[in-house]
């Protein structure tokens, strides 16, 4: 967990059963800092899901911006099915990301947003196209267990 003494309590949105809330915001910290604010977007988070799925309409620029601030990124690439891949020695040059859930800042680190598979790795973010919101996976929440 990052700080188990900054535990925050997020109320719900709605009635819903899932453990949402909104973003409003989203920091790049890499090479150099860039903070973004966003249109209030639906956000849940949600333990069965492997990956941190990113609405369609924030999906690319969020992609640009992941490789502009990484020290490394032009070992980056982009595979046939479209995941960001890097070797795994580079992923600690990638920015976290942080996004401003429910007023919170909660950051995301590469360490937790990439995964390694078959010798390299990929960014654990996927394009979001049917809910319209963030799906906040394990990719997330890994850094707060």
């Given at each position: 967990m990052r700080d188990p003494s900054e535990l925050v309590w997020l109320p719900v949105l709605n009635d819903d059963f899932w453990w949402s809330n909104e973003i409003t915001g989203i920091k790049f910290e890499g090479t150099i800092t860039a903070t973004y604010s966003l249109r209030?977007?639906?956000?849940?988070?949600?333990?069965?899901?492997?990956?941190?799925?990113?609405?369609?309409?924030?999906?690319?620029?969020?992609?640009?911006?992941?490789?502009?601030?990484?020290?490394?990124?032009?070992?980056?690439?982009?595979?046939w099915y479209g995941d960001l891949m890097v070797d795994c020695d580079y992923v600690s040059s990638f920015p976290t990301i942080s996004f401003l859930f429910g007023g919170y800042w909660m950051e995301m680190l590469p360490e937790d947003y990439f995964v390694e598979w078959q010798g390299e790795c990929f960014a654990c973010l996927g394009k979001e196209d049917f809910l319209d919101g963030f799906l906040l996976g394990d990719a997330f929440l890994r850094g707060y267990c």
């Open positions: 209030p977007t639906f956000a849940m988070t949600d333990t069965g899901t492997s990956c941190t799925y990113i609405p369609e309409m924030y999906y690319e620029p969020i992609r640009k911006k992941i490789i502009e601030l990484s020290a490394d990124g032009d070992e980056a690439y982009i595979d």
